[in-house]
C-alpha cells in the first residue's frame, strides 16, 4: 500500500486524481438521478473508449509514435499502458466528459 508521501512522489498519478478525479466526483455526486437514467449510455461509452483509446493507445506506443516517461508514474503497467493512463483518463476522462454533457442537458432542460 502506497503512503500519502510516496503518491506524491508520482506527479503525473496527482495531477490526475486533482484535475479528473476530483470533478469526476463533485459532478456525479450533483447529477446522481440522471446518471441513474443514462447508466446504459455510460457502460457503452465506456466500452468503446477502453477497447477503441487503449488499441489507439497501444499502437502509438508499439509503434514508436509517442511513449510514456516511467519516472512520474508509478511504475504499474497494464496491458502496456501505464495504469494511471487507463485509470485518469479512460475512466475518469471519460466519466467526467460523459457528466459534463449530462450537466449541459440538465441546464436546456431536456433530462
Do not use: N
Request: charged share 15%; proline share 4%.
Amino acid at each position: 500500500m502506497l503512503k500519502a508521501a510516496e503518491i506524491l512522489m508520482y506527479p503525473y498519478f496527482v495531477f490526475l486524481l486533482i484535475f479528473f478525479g476530483a470533478p469526476t466526483l463533485l459532478l456525479a455526486w450533483r447529477l446522481r438521478r440522471e446518471i441513474v437514467q443514462y447508466r446504459r449510455t455510460a457502460r457503452w461509452l465506456l466500452v468503446f473508449v477502453f477497447t477503441v483509446g487503449w488499441f489507439w493507445d497501444w499502437l502509438s506506443c508499439r509503434t514508436g509514435v509517442w511513449r510514456y516517461d516511467t519516472a512520474p508514474t508509478l511504475g504499474l503497467w497494464v496491458a502496456g499502458l501505464p495504469v494511471e493512463e487507463l485509470v485518469g483518463f479512460y475512466l475518469l476522462g471519460t466519466a467526467f466528459m460523459f457528466l459534463v454533457v449530462l450537466a449541459a442537458l440538465r441546464r436546456r432542460r431536456h433530462v
